[in-house]
C-alpha cells in the first residue's frame, strides 16, 4: 500500500485548506490524518473507518472533517478556522489487515503552515 497525500501549503489565521491522500497497490480499512509539529510528538487528529465511522481529536473537533470515497481509495481532511498553532506536517495513515494481521501503512506528510 503506498499513500501519497496533497494540498498543504501556506494559509491564512482563519483560513482554510482541504488535504487529500490517495490510497493505491490494495484496498483499505480504516484511514486517518495524524500531524506533527517541530519538537512535538505525532498526533493523531481524525479517524475514519471503513464504513465511514468517524473520531476526532478535541484540538480539532468541530474544526476539520474528514471523510472518504472508498471508490477512490482515498481521504480527505478539510480543516476550516485554521490557526498558527495548525501549523505542523500532516500525515496520513491507512490499516490493512492480512492473514490476520493489522499493519499501519504511512504517507509521505504534507506541509501546512498558518501565519497570524
Known amino acids: 500500500v503506498q499513500l501519497q497525500a496533497s494540498g498543504g501549503g501556506l494559509v491564512q489565521a482563519g483560513g482554510s485548506l482541504r488535504l487529500s491522500c490517495v490510497a493505491s497497490?490494495?484496498?483499505?480499512?480504516?484511514m486517518a490524518w495524524h500531524r506533527q509539529a517541530p519538537g512535538n510528538q505525532r498526533e493523531l487528529l481524525a479517524r475514519?473507518?471503513?464504513?465511514?465511522?468517524?473520531n476526532y481529536a478535541d484540538s480539532v473537533q468541530g474544526r476539520f472533517t474528514i471523510s472518504r470515497d472508498n471508490a477512490k481509495n482515498t481521504v480527505y481532511l478539510q480543516m476550516n478556522s485554521l490557526r498558527p498553532e495548525d501549523t505542523a506536517v500532516y500525515y496520513c495513515a491507512a490499516d490493512k489487515t492480512l492473514y490476520g494481521i493489522n499493519r499501519t501503512y504511512w504517507g509521505q506528510g504534507t506541509q501546512v503552515t498558518v501565519s497570524s
Open positions: 497497490g490494495s484496498s483499505v480499512g480504516a
Open positions: 475514519i473507518s471503513a464504513g465511514g465511522r468517524t
